[in-house]
C-alpha cells in the first residue's frame, strides 16, 4: 500500500502542478491561445516563474494529505514538487 499512495499522491501532485500553469495562464497570459503564451513564456523568460506558480497548486494537496493523516501521499505530491522544481532549474538555467 505504501508505494501505491506515494504513486498517487505524486500523480495528484503533477495533476495539480499542470492545472496549475494552465490557471496561471490563464491569468498572466496576454492571448486567448495558451501555445502562444507559452511559446512567448519561453522566449521572454518568464516560463519558469508560471511553473512555479502552477507548482502552489501542490501546497494545498501536502496539506490536505497531512490533515488526513495519509503521509504516504504527501511524500508523493513532496516528490512530484521537487521534480517540478528540478525541471524548472533546468529550463532556467538552460535559456
Known sequence: MTRK???????IGL????????????????????GEVVRRA???GFLTKLMSIGA????????LFLKKNQDNRAKGVLIAT????????VIKFMN
Open 5 to 11: 499512495d506515494i504513486l498517487i499522491g505524486f500523480i
Open 15 to 34: 495533476i495539480a502542478t499542470v492545472f496549475g500553469l494552465v490557471f496561471a495562464i490563464q491569468i498572466f497570459g496576454k492571448s486567448d491561445d495558451w
Open 42 to 44: 519561453i522566449s521572454e
Open 56 to 63: 502552489l497548486l501542490n501546497l494545498g494537496a501536502f496539506f
Open 82 to 89: 521537487i521534480l517540478v522544481f528540478i525541471g524548472t532549474m
